[in-house]
């Protein structure tokens, strides 16, 4: 069992940054893909971007594309959401999740889900 926890949300103006931290209690965090989707009222989960268990692989969906920039740091077991020139359709709650095996973008194969944290873009 894996419980990971979102930190990092909060309410910026458009253009703002933030960066969120996802911490993953765990002693195999190297073995886990993590990825990050957000949730904006009345819709689904959408993915926002991955990163693969070695670190060296990232994905991001396209409004993501450099604008924000996913890492992880084995030492602390934790996955970054670096969120750069931030708009108000970025507006949501973001979730991280971690599954082992093989990388994907589909929500439906993550096992592990932290609770959320609410990211607010004022315009």
């Known amino acids: 069992q894996v419980q990971l926890v979102e930190s990092g949300g909060g309410l910026v103006q458009t253009g703002g940054s933030l960066t969120l931290s996802c911490a993953a209690s765990t002693r195999t965090f190297g073995t886990y893909v993590m990825a990050w989707f957000h949730q904006a009222p009345g819709k689904e989960h959408e993915f926002v971007g991955g990163i693969d268990w070695s670190g060296s692989s990232t994905d991001y969906e396209d409004s993501a594309k450099g604008r924000f920039t996913i890492s992880r740091d084995y030492a602390r077991n934790t996955v970054y959401l670096q969120m750069n020139n931030l708009k108000p359709e970025d507006t949501a709650v973001y979730y991280c999740?971690?599954?082992?095996?093989?990388?994907?973008?589909?929500?439906?194969?993550?096992?592990?889900w932290g609770q959320g944290t609410q990211v607010t873009v004022s315009s």
């Open positions: 999740a971690a599954k082992m095996g093989r990388y994907t973008k589909n929500r439906w194969a993550y096992d592990y």
